[in-house]
């Protein structure tokens, strides 16, 4: 199952178990039982601390359990962990074997004072860069603590199982029988939600912090470099965000970051989240900003968060990115989740054999449509303009594709349902105003961004847009006050530019100090 190189890097991390650990095999007899009894017998060979046995009696197969020697298990793949699911699989192994976790004590405090019975199920797609965030999160917890269980479940392999419970959405996570969450969560975001009184703890805690001389609005590329050069200059710095990493975290592959040939958003995330915290940033996550409060009669500026705390600063630097755009017709929100997607990589797996749609002919939708085609059944691609706007090389390949069908001058009007799930979707004909309407299990909506500036409306200066107006420096409408990355006005919206923006951001935030400090 694994080839020899990987064996040899696997070795290397089960070498860290310090006890024993049993794998418990529940399969039947589909190809993918058999390409499971591989990986699990791999295992077995790769360390002394691993056990191994095929008498499970779990009712999904092919399923395997990975729990203490002696101990009933508390966590189960059902499917086989590969793609983006093996790191769950290695740190699943580690972590039941003994090999501490590179999480912060009070967390891990936290999980074990966890009252109550917790049964979670998580439906994942093999391609989904989101889902591995959550399947650790919860792994880590049924690991700390003997109350709770958690089960990844392949939807690509239980398509009964999806249908029965009309997951069209993943990462999507069920607690003891009933729907808990979907879409990317961190490790916080989850304790916050079963740990009722976490958020009053935080808050509290929060608002005893003192007032920082820079505090950084949001955790994407702009604000961890923000962050990283303001750190680098020896001032107190701060950085909360609803979620490290931000867009980034929903970008599969990266190929014109300077320097890397490639690479994924996740990836990019965790390394930018590892670079800001190697200096002296105090990093506050799962917070949204709700409103900007200038500085006035010698008091910092305040930033006033959705949980009641406010943080206090002598500058401040905006960096809160950016959304999926919304197309803005019936049934988009009604259907989300249930056919109406944002992520072609996370969740096209779950409409195999399907036919779905993707509105948008720029590049993000056209590659939708590509990578789709190779999963669903068919793809109709639909584009408001008269001509497509992506990349030609991007063109080429989709005109290329059969079960592909482009449809241009359509004006989407309404997104359809039974219900409970999309079925179809109604567009307008512009050339002739003729109203039409397709049959179809999903649609992808892929028609750009919008600034997360909604909290500022009343504050600052924005565009019609919602983009925060800075000039060439990065300085808003307010002295003090800081904006970069894709928030502001500054054209192309790419990752690599959204990094020195946050670095000139942080610049001319500390001469803003400097000459603060000269005229006190």
Request: proline share 4%.
């Amino acid at each position: 199952m694994l080839d020899n190189a990987l064996k040899t890097q696997l070795k290397a991390y089960l070498d860290k178990l310090t006890q024993p650990i049993a794998l418990v095999a529940s399969l039947d007899d589909r190809d993918a039982s058999q390409q499971m009894k591989g990986l699990i017998e791999d295992l077995d060979s790769l360390s002394d601390k691993i056990s191994v046995s095929f008498d499970g009696q779990s009712s999904r197969r092919p399923s395997f359990t990975v729990g203490k020697a002696g101990e009933p298990a508390r966590i189960e793949f059902a499917g086989i962990p590969t793609g983006h699911e093996f790191t769950s699989l290695v740190l699943a192994l580690l972590h039941t074997g003994g090999h501490p976790p590179k999480t912060d004590p009070a967390v891990l405090d936290q999980i074990r004072q966890l009252d109550g019975e917790f049964m979670f199920e998580t439906y994942i797609s093999l391609s989904c860069q989101n889902c591995p965030d959550v399947v650790q999160a919860l792994n880590l917890m049924a690991t700390f603590n003997p109350n709770v269980r958690h089960t990844m479940i392949d939807g690509a392999l239980f398509q009964d199982e999806v249908e029965a419970r009309q997951v069209m959405s993943v990462p999507t996570t069920y607690l003891n029988g009933e729907q808990f969450g979907q879409g990317r969560a961190t490790l916080s975001e989850i304790l916050n939600k079963v740990d009722t009184g976490a958020a009053k703890r935080q808050a509290a805690a929060l608002n005893e912090k003192d007032t920082y001389d820079v505090l950084v609005v949001g955790g994407g590329p702009a604000g961890a470099a923000a962050a990283v050069y303001s750190a680098r200059k020896g001032i107190r710095t701060g950085v909360v965000a609803e979620r490290f990493g931000g867009q980034v975290q929903d970008t599969m592959a990266i190929e014109n970051f300077i320097s890397i040939k490639e690479t994924e958003g996740p990836k990019l995330a965790a390394a930018l989240e590892e670079h800001v915290k190697s200096y002296d940033v105090d990093v506050m996550d799962t917070q949204r900003a709700a409103r900007l409060v200038p500085a006035k009669d010698g008091q910092p500026f305040a930033v006033e968060l959705e949980s009641g705390a406010t943080l206090t600063a002598k500058s401040v630097i905006i960096s809160t990115g950016a959304r999926w755009r919304q197309v803005g017709v019936p049934g988009e929100d009604e259907y989300r989740n249930r056919g109406v997607a944002y992520c072609p990589h996370c969740d096209g797996p779950l409409f195999k054999g399907k036919h779905v749609a993707v509105i948008g002919g720029g590049n993000s939708g056209v590659e939708a449509a590509i990578d789709l085609a190779g999963i669903v059944g068919k793809v109709t691609l639909f584009e408001f303009a008269d001509t497509l706007r992506a990349d030609a090389v991007l063109q080429r390949k989709l005109h290329s594709l059969p079960n592909v069908t482009v449809i241009t001058e359509a004006q989407t009007t309404e997104i359809t349902g039974d219900g409970q799930k999309v079925n179809g979707l109604s567009y307008t004909e512009r050339a002739t105003g003729e109203s039409k309407h397709v049959a179809l299990e999903g649609v992808f909506v892929q028609i750009g961004l919008v600034p997360n500036s909604g909290w500022l409306k009343d504050t600052l200066e924005l565009t019609p847009q919602g983009e925060i107006v800075i000039d060439n420096r990065g300085q808003t409408s307010i002295p003090g006050v800081f904006a970069a990355g894709d928030v502001t006005t500054v054209p192309y919206k790419q990752i690599v530019i959204a990094l020195g923006e946050g670095a000139k951001a942080s610049l001319a935030s500390f001469d803003y100090l400097i000459r603060q400090g000269s005229e006190d």
